[in-house]
């Protein structure tokens, strides 16, 4: 089963959320460009034998980005280091480990994943 209507989906998703709830242009545009790349470098590893590769890009895309919109666009005080260090530890918390408890689980049930038998 292919998921490459979940990547324009997903960014869609992104943009049209940012736009509705008063973002900046900044966050807007840059914002919904790091969950497309993300989205797009997850979906290149979906086939990897280490299925947990796939966390990788929306945490790496989501640490380096969204500290720049923060300090340049809502003028949030704090060095760029510490929040690259604070994102990417929220990031690591909600996608790495959430994201793969829900993977592991659903899997097991062949739930999304996998065509059924």
Same mark, same amino acid.
């Given at each position: !089963?292919?998921? =490459?209507?979940?990547?324009?989906?997903?960014?869609?998703?992104?943009?049209?959320?940012?736009?509705?709830?008063?973002? =900046?242009?900044i966050d807007i545009v840059f914002g919904?460009?790091? =969950?497309? *790349?993300?989205?797009?470098?997850?979906?290149?590893?979906?086939?990897h034998k280490y299925p947990l590769l796939?966390?990788?890009?929306?945490?790496?895309?989501? !640490?380096?980005?969204?500290?720049?919109?923060?300090?340049?666009?809502?003028?949030?005080?704090?060095?760029?280091?510490? !929040?690259?260090? =604070?994102?990417? *530890?929220?990031?690591?918390?909600?996608? !790495?480990?959430?994201?793969?408890v829900l993977y592991f689980a659903l899997?097991?049930?062949?739930? *999304?994943?996998?065509?059924?038998?």
């Amino acid at each position: !089963m292919k998921f =490459t209507a979940a990547i324009p989906g997903l960014f869609l998703g992104c943009l049209l959320s940012n736009l509705l709830t008063g973002c =900046t242009v900044i966050d807007i545009v840059f914002g919904s460009l790091a =969950t497309l *790349i993300a989205a797009v470098l997850s979906y290149q590893l979906r086939n990897h034998k280490y299925p947990l590769l796939v966390t990788i890009p929306p945490v790496v895309a989501n !640490m380096i980005v969204v500290p720049f919109i923060l300090k340049f666009s809502y003028g949030v005080p704090l060095p760029i280091p510490v !929040m690259m260090a =604070t994102v990417g *530890i929220g990031e690591v918390i909600s996608v !790495m480990v959430l994201g793969s408890v829900l993977y592991f689980a659903l899997d097991k049930r062949r739930v *999304i994943f996998h065509q059924s038998r």
